[in-house]
């Protein structure tokens, strides 16, 4: 997205999250921004959480399971595996680390030969050790003091940032778990608060529900982002995404009425994203014109279309051509049965499904294979991935309807899957808000995911607490995704930095 | 850039680039992104000329059939003709007509063209109005709704001219006119006074709501782009907020809307109250001048200019880049914040959530068909005020969704962006292809040969 390589004004390369931390020496300039941002939101936090708290507590509520004895030994199972996995992982990490302090290559922050992945796995499965061990405990809700959480979440954040302004003062980067467990407390510390806010004695809701719709809610949004990983990835800037879901939705919806057969609407949503994308391919690739008028004019133009074609056609005969059907919901046997965990995974659409294998595939295909390796070599420096034979504007054109294919898978969510007809405008922005999660991801497909569960939990958490009543005005919560997006953007939140090439177009010679 | 899969060592003849016409859009694109290190300009400078670079001299005939102009002539032209296509297709009463077209084709000729006569009836002349007023509402109607639209696109075109894509301009709105309607009903003023401090207000919600876009591109590199996406939707949430406070809302109502501005801060209207046409439009004339001053004639707009040439280039020669960009977004964004009073001041005269309706997008295919130029935006602004108020009429008399004027707008700014796509489709190239074989890629020999190499290894 970036104009020019070099930045105006940009002057302060050394992130705050070290993406390298091997690369940052002592003496490099290191940035003061994640000192200053991280002390505002932990004086917010303790204004917040700790003097604004009420004598109430906080519920939650565990997810109370379909089926009693499937899901105890469901739950034991889950539980002994995660068991093994975290105790595997924490060695194994904890063996890496003590080598690589040993060899001394990883001076700073002594992650030198600890591989990437390790930390969140580890993380990962710990997390899904103590959700086992909920469900194994038969426990059916948390209740939490709200004053007393408040207070300490804010001492934690506090200290946090007090830790970091240390080490910047001291030259020295902030090590990556200080921002994570910033976060982590932070969320504790809101949830807590903002529950707590609510009318009634002890207020309460459901933790599994609310993850459970969050993810549903973000279905859509990771689709649309995978799509612009994948078109910026490969040096075109994706704004037709919005386009692309709600064509994707709209013809979703003819066909599987049309043909009585949802699944015939699912192809047809592909197809109808991937046309979409073939206009932006042509236009900005073979006639170069500018990539974001061309996403832009698109977006107006397919909600142009698919409103007239809806108050015309589809308003005259609902039946026949507004009537799609839904895809139903899919259990997976055993997994579906795991407390907490299973109805949030495993007991989605087909939609749903397709979802996780999209974000596996998307980034085992764009970081381990040879053809992501060729895109991503396009979408950084075109002139040397043409040197070395490649054709750019060839693979630019196939990502790009590739994308649009992926947009439009999601987009027939909203008709097969949320709700069973098309509406005006139904995307309703969510291909901005998936942009939003692309760039907040740092154009990674596992960044883009998670950045678009965290909007889908934005998202869910403002319906919810709009029920409970709640301290803070719902138009906030429904705020926050596009605020921490700015954050993001501005740097705050960590170097967020886009494929060099991205947006413009490649002229060989 | 289509390119053939044989590699090509036998036909690597000519030394000079071969003559296609692609090969001059490489050349502008070249130009326009400085061989590839930025994106190419929002309105490339190449096409801003009544002239297509790289003509050939030629009749005079041919280069105005050729020329930028007639491409944006050709381009509303085509935008209309797919629109009539799209209306016919789906009314049911063209198929019944056609069914008789060779016995009476006077019919389905008249079901085809009923939206667009209904739409001019709407927005330029009403002869079938009962009086002069009446014949004249519609042209008077098209002016009220041109304004917004006008000071918008203003403020997107200025941004383009400096290299930035404001698509904030929904945000900015929004700002304007919270600021001005807030003057606009708190404060109790002599009337040119309180109007005078309104338009203020807006200007300096605008200008706050910009700036801080230009703020964060100049100090720390974020996108506009996705930097404007955002903010708009945080003013709208913010005004969605506000209209539920004490400080908003109407006294005595539950819907979020304000309280009525005092009549000393509205626009005066122009040709008396039985039409809507305020002196908000006297406003947007008087923008138009201030940036085509602005531009033209100014040394802070020659370095707006400098700066969306190429920054790089502006930097040595000494301007100050992040300046300039902050500026420039806080102008652009105090034009559009204007756009927001004239809503709130003029047409409207109070808050409500939809007081932007959908004007900040509209603004940059408004700003897109005017070439980002002062008087073009301008006239730009009047065409789609036109097709909006003419939608509304056409709507209510021939039951065509007033969508259509969506599509019909964005086909227009589509078709204006590629021109070398409207030449193609009308067969007006400036140069014939010489060698239907080969890409315009494919021309010169070094990379050739390259790639051939590569391909055989």
Known sequence: MSTTTTQPGGGTPAGSAPASPGKTAATELVSWKAGIGLSLLAILGTVLFGFMSNSKSAGFGIAEAANEAASSVAALVTFVLALLLSVALGYLWFVRRRSGLASGSGAVSGSGTVPGWLPPSTVAAVVVLGLAALGVAKVSKITLPSAAIGWIASVILLGLAGYTVYLTQAKKATPRWVGGTFAAVFLIGFMVWIVAGGNGDEPSISLAGLIAGSVTLAVPLVFGSLSGVLCERVGVVNIAIEGQLLLGAFSAAVVATVTHNVYAGLVAAAVAGALVSLVLAVVSIKYLVNQIIVGVVLNVLISGLTSFLFSTLLTADPDGLNKPGRLPPVDIPFLSDIPVIGPILFHQSLVGYLMYIAVIVVYLGLFHTKWGLRVRAVGEHPQAADTVGINVNRTRFWNVLMGGAIAGIGGSFFTLVSVDAFSKDMSGGRGYIALAALIFGRWNPIGAFLAALLFGFADNLQSVITIIGSPVPSQFMAMLPYALTVFAVAGLVGRSRPPAASGIPYVKG | ?457
């Open chain 2, 1 to 457: 850039m289509s390119e053939s899969n044989t590699p090509r060592q036998e036909n690597e003849v000519e030394p000079e680039r071969p003559e296609t016409l692609n090969d001059d859009v490489v050349l502008d694109v070249a130009l326009d992104t400085a061989d590839g290190a930025m994106a190419p300009s929002v309105i490339p400078a190449t096409s801003q000329g009544g002239q297509i670079p790289h003509a050939p001299g030629g009749s005079v005939f041919r280069q105005i059939v050729t020329g930028n102009a007639m491409v944006s002539v050709l381009s509303v032209f085509l935008a209309i003709v797919l629109g009539g296509i799209l209306m016919a297709v789906t009314n049911p009463k063209v198929a019944e007509t056609a069914g008789y077209f060779f016995a009476q084709p006077g019919d389905m000729l008249t079901e085809v063209f009923r939206p667009y006569v209904a739409l001019v009836q709407g927005s330029i002349f009403n002869w079938a109005g009962a009086d002069a007023a009446a014949q004249l509402y519609p042209i008077t109607e098209t002016l009220t709704v041109s304004t917004p639209l006008i000071l918008a696109g203003l403020g997107v075109a200025l941004a383009f001219r400096a290299g930035l894509f404001n698509i904030g301009a929904q945000g900015q709105i929004i700002f304007g006119a919270l600021f001005g309607a807030y003057v606009g009903f708190t404060w109790h003023l002599p009337f040119l006074v309180h109007l005078l401090l309104v338009i203020v207000a807006g200007f300096i919600g605008g200008a706050v709501w910009g700036g801080v876009v230009g703020l964060l591109k100049a100090r720390t590199g974020a996108h506009e782009v996705i930097v404007t996406i955002m903010l708009n939707y945080i003013a709208n949430f913010l005004l969605l907020f506000l209209l539920t406070t004490p400080a908003f809302q109407r006294k005595g109502s539950t819907n979020p809307i304000s309280p009525f501005l005092d009549q000393s801060a509205l626009f005066p209207e122009l040709l008396g109250p039985q039409f809507r046409l305020h002196a908000g439009f006297l406003l947007a004339v008087l923008a138009t001048v201030f940036v085509w001053w602005l531009l033209k004639r100014s040394t802070l707009g020659f370095e707006f200019r400098a700066v969306g040439a190429n920054q790089s280039a502006a930097r040595t020669a000494g301007i100050n880049v992040p300046r300039a960009v902050i500026l420039v977004m806080a102008i652009a964004g105090a034009l559009a914040g204007l756009a927001g009073i004239a809503q709130v001041s003029g047409t409207e005269k109070y808050l409500s959530g939809g007081v932007a309706a959908s004007i900040g997008f509209d603004a940059i295919t408004v700003a897109l068909l005017g070439r980002s130029t002062p008087w073009g935006t301008f006239f730009a602004g009047l065409l789609f005020g036109a097709f909006r108020a003419g939608g509304v009429a056409m709507q209510a008399e021939t039951q065509t969704p007033i969508d259509i004027v969506l599509v019909i707008q964005s086909l227009i700014v589509l078709f204006i962006a590629a021109p070398p796509l409207v030449r193609a489709i009308f067969g007006l190239n400036p140069r014939k292809k010489k060698k239907a074989t080969g890409g315009p890629g494919s021309g010169t020999i070094p990379s050739g040969k390259i790639e051939s190499g590569a391909a055989t290894a």
